[in-house]
């Protein structure tokens, strides 16, 4: 868990990396906006890439945490996937700047784009189990479960992207079950 001073060390990077992008980030910014010494934040990160890191760990390992919350909370495997769904899309909402820069940040061949993207495999990875455990259960077509969780990942990615163009936050729910639908249905006629 987190101490006062790193937490607000994590979210003040957030905005900063949000508004400023990687490159235009800088510590005094983040020291500032956290209202903590230059010195206070040196003795808990030797550097911005050390932050940047610190930031999209700990930031994936809480949505982790939070999804498995709400998928151990329903009953079948299908009732998981939905909850997973819905929590994304909020979490989105809920934590833009995380997202931004997450998504900023997905290209590229620079180390902590290249440990980013192997955090989000790891979230695939996590959430593969669930699209296993629904064709397991026979809610859902037999498939490659890893590429689904692609699949999956990516629908939450555009519609995330369809929620924040359309500002459509009072519909949450409809774009979840509306996701939901396409998944699980597809688009055909």
């Known amino acids: 868990m987190m101490n006062k001073t790193k937490m607000s060390i994590f979210e003040s990077a957030i905005k900063v990396f949000s508004i400023n992008g990687y490159d235009g980030a800088t510590m005094d910014d983040m020291a500032q906006e956290a209202g903590v010494a230059k010195g206070t934040l040196y003795y808990h990160f030797k550097s911005k890439e050390e932050i940047f890191r610190y930031i999209i760990t700990e930031g994936m390992e809480l949505i982790k945490e939070q999804l498995e919350t709400a998928a151990e909370r329903e009953k079948d495997s299908l009732s998981k996937l939905k909850a997973i769904c819905k929590l994304q899309l909020n979490l989105v909402y809920e934590k833009k700047d995380f997202f931004k820069v997450v998504m900023s940040q997905l290209w590229g061949q ?56 359309n500002k459509d936050k009072n519909n949450i729910d409809d774009i979840s079950e509306s996701l939901m639908q396409n998944i699980l249905h597809g688009i055909q006629a």
């Open 110 to 165: 620079e180390i902590r784009q290249l440990e980013l993207r192997d955090i989000i495999q790891k979230y695939i990875f996590n959430l593969e189990k669930y699209i296993k455990e629904a064709i397991d259960d026979g809610l859902i077509k037999n498939g490659e479960p890893y590429f689904m969780a692609y699949t999956f990942f990516g629908a939450l990615c555009s519609a995330a992207v369809y929620e924040l163009i």
